[in-house]
């Protein structure tokens, strides 16, 4: 009987100490094939087992994000916090796991939505394009812009580096933005001198920065994306059998 409950209680200490290293982000380094996956969930520290089905693992991650209090040492920590949220909404649709908002200079959240791709069958609803769409259709807002181009004391955060779509689109409405993680091949922020000369000199005008947010935030916006994109090429392949 000591055995067992002597177990029980490494058990539920196991549970309370299971969370992602705060210094550590695993975003930094990219992701290209399932295994570095599998190594990354490992990595988090919550207690995954990498093999586990989707569905369970994304129960464990929200768990964690559900109980995660914003740390004050962060200042984008809250917002960043509401974009992984968003995304877990995403996922919960089968769609891919992108969270977006707009938030003004007092930090209010004024919009906020995630990828509806697969969803709702639209290929541009990607996180930030949905929450940019509502923005613009909603006339409590018009006083934010002056035609296209949107007030410079609004962010748009994003849990994930946006994409060149996404990135134009930022680029043309001037909006700033910040994104929770990134790697290497993750979006469009580190490749803007790549863009024509137009969009380049555009770009100016607004700012694309890494949110400053905590690492352990990062790191789980970051196997979110791509645990839902591994799935999403996994229903692929099994559908053509
Ligand atoms: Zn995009």
């Not at 996180?127 to 609004?154: I, P, T, W």
């Amino acid at each position: 009987m000591k055995k067992l409950l002597f177990c029980l209680f490494i058990a539920f200490a196991a549970t309370l100490i299971a969370a992602p290293d705060p210094n550590v982000d695993l975003s930094k380094t990219s992701m290209n094939v399932k295994e570095d996956l599998e190594k990354k969930l490992v990595a988090l520290d919550l207690g995954i087992d990498p093999k586990a089905s989707a569905a369970e693992i994304y129960s464990k991650i929200t768990s964690y994000v559900e109980k995660y209090i914003p740390d004050p040492k962060y200042p984008d920590d809250k917002l960043s916090l509401e974009t992984i949220k968003q995304c877990l909404l995403a996922a919960k649709n089968g769609d891919y796991c992108i969270g977006a908002l707009i938030a003004n200079e007092k930090g209010e959240i004024l919009v906020a939505g995630h990828n509806s791709q697969k969803s709702k069958n639209r290929s541009d609803y990607h996180g930030e394009m949905f929450v940019m769409n509502e923005f613009e259709s909603n006339k409590n807002f018009d006083s934010y812009r002056k035609n296209l181009v949107y007030d410079k004391n609004l962010t748009l955060y994003s849990s994930a580096e946006p994409c060149p779509m996404c990135t134009i689109r930022l680029i043309t409405t001037e909006l700033n933005s910040k994104f929770v993680a990134s790697s290497d091949d993750d979006g469009m922020t580190s490749r803007i001198q790549h863009l024509p000369r137009i969009w380049r000199d555009n770009s100016t005008r607004s700012t694309r920065e890494k949110a400053n947010c905590s690492p352990a935030l990062s790191s789980v916006a970051h196997i979110l994306f791509y645990l839902s994109v591994f799935d999403a090429f996994r229903d692929k392949n099994s559908e053509g059998k």
